[in-house]
């Protein structure tokens, strides 16, 4: 029986007795860690087997944001270290074909490190462009400034990743580079007209609208749908990320525990399904949270039941990766970057 509409966190380093019941119960497609859900490599292994075991599915997917720079739930010694997105673009800037390179070669290694602990879906890339006065919650994880910079450094990013066997999420759509409000705390308000979004912020999404799988942003587009962010918009989603993005890949929305969204969070994660989200994504762990949630997503069928097993069919076991390799070409090609 298909798997239910909604990824869940995990409240520690291990399941709980109730968190067991409740994946079994609930049988959630996926499962977010985060830095909480973290201490050793054998402890992932573990809490990743025990969730599959849970709900049933050997191939249940497992997601983390391990972008690099700031945003990476695995950290040194458990992994090694990572640049932020910002890192390629300046790359770009002095050499093209050495910034793709080290990119589609640093997601690579990311991918490879994950995959190796059962870790099946990397949240990456960040496709938003940056606009002046923007908030921190970006910053150095965009790329760089030119959409057409940041649509192919994130294309090499995907390429790495799915290379290793990991599958990415563009993110977060439909562009969240005009928001002057971190989204985890208030609700952004983006005043641009359409014409303008489509020329500069949507066109990196439009480029990669191909891939498996896309996050959406909890952002207001006054030009669109002014009473409702693009999570739980049916316009925003419809006209603009199915419609003039194109993208037909598993829509999840952002973490709807995040304080841009008010009320409750089960109505929350019912609002972003009827709105066009396949997957309500739910990150904080807390059991009474996940519990409204669960009870408001239905199990996936129709075009979400096929984008899903699309998605999922295009994760390939994890080869003999050598790390080592990959990252001293990753530094070697970062390496001509000058030194502050």
């Given at each position: 029986m298909p798997a239910r509409a909604f990824v869940s966190g995990c409240s520690g380093?291990?399941?709980?007795?109730?968190?067991?019941?409740?994946?079994?119960?609930?049988?959630p497609w996926g499962l977010i860690l985060f830095g909480?859900?973290?201490?050793?490599?054998?402890?992932?292994?573990?809490?990743?087997?025990?969730?599959?075991?849970?709900?049933?599915?050997?191939?249940?997917p497992v997601l983390i944001d391990q972008e690099g720079g700031r945003v990476r739930r695995l950290r040194p010694p458990l992994a090694l270290d990572h640049p932020p997105a910002r890192a390629y673009g300046a790359l770009h800037a002095l050499d093209p074909d050495a910034a793709l390179?080290?990119?589609?070669?640093?997601?690579?290694?990311?991918?490879?490190?994950?995959?190796?602990?059962?870790?099946?879906?990397?949240?990456?890339?960040?496709?938003?462009?940056?606009?002046?006065?923007?908030?921190?919650?970006?910053?150095?994880?965009?790329?760089?400034?030119?959409?057409?910079?940041?649509?192919?450094?994130?294309?090499?990013?995907?390429?790495?990743?799915?290379?290793?066997?990991?599958?990415?999420?563009?993110?977060?759509?439909?562009?969240?580079?005009?928001?002057?409000?971190?989204?985890?705390?208030?609700?952004?308000?983006?005043?641009?007209?359409?014409?303008?979004?489509?020329?500069?912020?949507?066109?990196?999404?439009?480029?990669?609208?191909?891939?498996?799988?896309?996050?959406?942003?909890?952002?207001?587009f006054e030009a669109i749908d002014a009473e409702r962010p693009a999570t739980l918009s049916p316009v925003v989603l419809g006209e603009i990320v199915r419609g003039h993005i194109g993208f037909d890949g598993l829509l999840m929305s952002d973490d709807l525990s995040m304080k841009a969204l008010s009320g409750p969070v089960g109505a929350s994660a019912g609002a972003a399904l009827a709105a066009g989200c396949d997957i309500a994504l739910h990150c904080n762990g807390d059991m009474g949270e996940m519990v409204e949630v669960a009870a408001a997503a239905p199990r996936l069928e129709g075009r979400a039941l096929e984008r899903a097993e699309r998605a999922l069919g295009l994760i390939a076991s994890p080869g003999a990766s050598d790390v080592a390799e990959l990252a001293a070409r990753r530094d070697a090609l970062l390496g001509r970057l000058p030194t502050a």
């Open positions: 380093l291990a399941l709980t007795p109730d968190e067991r019941v409740f994946f079994r119960d609930a049988e909480r859900n973290i201490s050793a490599h054998e402890q992932i292994r573990a809490l990743v087997a025990d969730f599959r075991e849970a709900v049933g599915r050997a191939d249940a390179e080290a990119a589609r070669t640093g997601a690579q290694l990311m991918a490879a490190e994950l995959a190796a602990l059962g870790i099946t879906v990397d949240c990456l890339p960040v496709l938003d462009l940056p606009a002046a006065g923007m908030t921190d919650a970006i910053g150095d994880r965009a790329y760089a400034e030119r959409a057409e910079t940041v649509s192919a450094l994130g294309r090499a990013v995907c390429e790495g990743a799915l290379a290793a066997g990991v599958l990415p999420v563009i993110k977060h759509m439909p562009g969240h580079g005009r928001a002057t409000v971190d989204s985890h705390h208030h609700l952004p308000t983006v005043a641009a007209d359409r014409a303008t979004l489509e020329a500069t912020d949507f066109a990196p999404f439009r480029a990669l609208a191909h891939m498996p799988l896309g996050m959406t942003g909890h952002i207001v």
